[in-house]
């Protein structure tokens, strides 16, 4: 089954295998940029064995069932390519990048790293020690620190409420047999996406993706349903003392995912709200008040429902009033309606930068490959931006009355400073 997008020049085929491929021919420059995501992830984690993704992704160019570690770098340094794996929460996903002629042999490589990685055990005993000092590394952040307490909270037992990397707790209990596990049950051709654009016709791609990847065959048994805890909010105000420099302080909502009705409404309020030198955070808080370290606000695209955050740094001696002052900012998102001008130039900033982040073929093959395996589908990159476009100063504010009205609250700081509070 293949469809096309001609105005866009995005080719979508489904492989007898299962396989989704997305092809856009870009021949600007002699690159091509490759993006294979899998539905996977620390959304698909054990909870006793959150940053298992992380880990796997780790390991996962440290040794196949044919090549060392070393070889894998070789192979990828000695044609001047790019290639690593990362684990998000709603995807896994590995990237590369390559002149033209050398794409089928990075493709190649990129198969056997996804078909048949070894996890070597001194590979895994080193990656899970590093992981861990990451941990702790956080740990020295105020900022981190902030929003680590506010993701528990709000998401208490879902995989949300990790950073990704896990807890130091879960990573320590990680066993080479659990990567071998997770790989075995959700490394599987009918559970990808891969996505290119660059110098390559869709015809040629597709035969050198089939060349690659047609014998990989889709196990018989299903793909295990994602099953993840209803959230119920329960707003709170959470504090962790520190000798810091600033307050850190974060007000945390219960927002929609990508999927929902009032996600591009939020869209809009969080860029108005805290998106840039013009944003009214940045603008009445440092600039008026001179409140602000750094102030800012932002809603990231979530499978499942997201969190919408605001926060300021500020002296310690001026955290009361700092605090009051966000939480008085965002509440008149719901109090009155933004104009006409304010919404019309959140549209304009919005859409540029969804522009600006389409320019080159790493990024045009990471948009629409995540669109694909969030199952948004490569049409939400038109529907998106009409969506924005129509966007009333009526529904902003009706999405602010229903998710922005009280908030989870952390606070990072010199005791003196929070405890009051």
Same mark, same amino acid.
């Given at each position: 089954?293949?469809?096309?997008?001609?105005? *866009?020049?995005? =080719?979508?085929?489904?492989?007898?295998?299962?396989?989704?491929?997305?092809?856009? /021919?870009?021949?600007?420059?002699?690159?091509?940029? !490759?993006?294979?995501?899998?539905?996977?992830?620390?959304?698909?984690?054990?909870?006793?064995?959150?940053?298992?993704?992380?880990?796997?992704?780790?390991?996962?160019?440290?040794?196949?069932?044919?090549?060392?570690?070393?070889?894998?770098?070789? %192979?990828?340094?000695?044609?001047?390519?790019?290639?690593?794996?990362?684990?998000?929460?709603?995807?896994?996903?590995?990237?590369?990048?390559?002149?033209?002629?050398?794409?089928?042999?990075?493709?190649?490589?990129?198969? /056997?790293?996804?078909?048949?990685?070894?996890?070597?055990?001194?590979?895994?005993?080193?990656?899970?020690?590093?992981?861990?000092?990451?941990?702790?590394?956080?740990?020295?952040?105020?900022?981190?620190?902030?929003?680590?307490?506010? %993701?528990? @909270?709000?998401?208490?037992? =879902?995989?949300?409420?990790?950073?990704?990397?896990?807890?130091?707790?879960?990573?320590?209990?990680?066993?080479? #047999?659990?990567?071998?596990?997770?790989?075995? !049950? +959700?490394?599987?051709?009918?559970?990808?996406?891969?996505?290119? @654009?660059?110098?390559? !016709?869709?015809?040629?791609?597709?035969?050198?993706?089939?060349?690659?990847?047609?014998?990989?065959?889709?196990?018989?048994?299903?793909?295990?349903?994602?099953?993840?805890?209803?959230? #119920?909010?329960?707003?709170?105000?959470?504090?962790?003392?520190?000798?810091? *420099?600033?307050?850190?302080?974060?007000?945390?909502?219960?927002?929609?995912?990508?999927?929902?009705?009032?996600?591009?409404?939020?869209?809009?309020?969080?860029?108005?709200?805290?998106?840039?030198?013009?944003?009214?955070?940045?603008?009445?808080? %440092?600039?008026?008040?001179?409140?602000? +370290?750094?102030?800012?606000?932002?809603?990231?695209?979530?499978?499942?429902?997201?969190?919408?955050?605001? +926060?300021?740094?500020?002296?310690? /001696?001026? !955290?009361?009033?700092?605090?009051?002052?966000?939480?008085?900012?965002?509440?008149?998102?719901?109090?009155?309606?933004?104009? #006409?001008?304010?919404?019309?130039?959140?549209?304009?900033?919005?859409?540029?930068?969804?522009?600006?982040?389409?320019? #080159?073929?790493? *990024?045009?093959?990471?948009? +629409?490959?995540?669109?694909?395996?969030?199952?948004?589908?490569?049409?939400?990159?038109?529907?998106?931006?009409?969506?924005? @476009?129509?966007?009333?100063?009526?529904?902003?504010?009706?999405?602010?009355?229903?998710?922005?009205?009280?908030?989870?609250?952390?606070?990072?700081?010199? /005791?003196?400073?929070?405890?009051?509070?």
């Amino acid at each position: 089954m293949t469809t096309s997008l001609p105005t *866009q020049q995005i =080719h979508r085929t489904v492989l007898p295998n299962g396989m989704v491929v997305l092809a856009i /021919e870009n021949p600007a420059a002699d690159i091509v940029a !490759t993006r294979i995501f899998l539905k996977a992830g620390s959304c698909w984690e054990p909870q006793q064995q959150a940053g298992l993704a992380h880990l796997l992704s780790a390991v996962m160019t440290k040794g196949t069932t044919e090549l060392s570690s070393m070889e894998i770098a070789e %192979r990828v340094e000695s044609v001047g390519a790019s290639l690593s794996v990362d684990a998000a929460s709603d995807y896994f996903l590995l990237s590369m990048k390559t002149v033209s002629a050398d794409f089928p042999e990075i493709l190649t490589l990129a198969g /056997e790293l996804l078909r048949s990685p070894s996890f070597p055990a001194a590979e895994v005993e080193l990656e899970r020690r590093l992981t861990i000092q990451h941990i702790r590394s956080q740990q020295e952040q105020p900022f981190t620190i902030a929003f680590d307490q506010l %993701r528990q @909270a709000i998401y208490q037992n =879902h995989p949300y409420a990790s950073s990704g990397l896990g807890w130091e707790e879960t990573v320590a209990k990680i066993e080479r #047999t659990d990567l071998q596990q997770y790989h075995q !049950t +959700y490394f599987r051709p009918d559970n990808v996406v891969i996505s290119l @654009a660059g110098r390559i !016709t869709a015809d040629t791609a597709i035969a050198q993706i089939e060349k690659v990847f047609g014998d990989w065959e889709a196990p018989r048994s299903p793909i295990p349903p994602l099953q993840l805890p209803s959230l #119920t909010p329960a707003p709170q105000q959470l504090k962790i003392a520190q000798p810091t *420099q600033q307050s850190i302080i974060m007000l945390g909502y219960l927002a929609p995912s990508v999927h929902q009705s009032d996600y591009p409404a939020l869209k809009l309020l969080s860029t108005h709200l805290g998106n840039g030198l013009s944003s009214r955070l940045f603008v009445e808080l %440092r600039e008026k008040l001179g409140l602000a +370290y750094e102030v800012s606000a932002f809603y990231p695209t979530r499978m499942s429902p997201a969190t919408f955050v605001a +926060y300021i740094g500020t002296a310690p /001696e001026n !955290t009361a009033i700092a605090r009051d002052r966000l939480q008085t900012e965002v509440e008149l998102l719901c109090q009155a309606q933004l104009s #006409t001008e304010d919404l019309q130039t959140a549209k304009n900033k919005l859409l540029g930068q969804y522009a600006l982040g389409k320019q #080159t073929n790493g *990024q045009i093959a990471q948009v +629409y490959g995540w669109y694909e395996i969030l199952g948004l589908g490569i049409e939400f990159d038109r529907s998106f931006q009409q969506e924005i @476009a129509q966007v009333s100063a009526e529904a902003t504010q009706q999405a602010a009355c229903r998710y922005l009205l009280e908030p989870y609250i952390s606070m990072v700081g010199p /005791e003196t400073a929070i405890g009051d509070r």
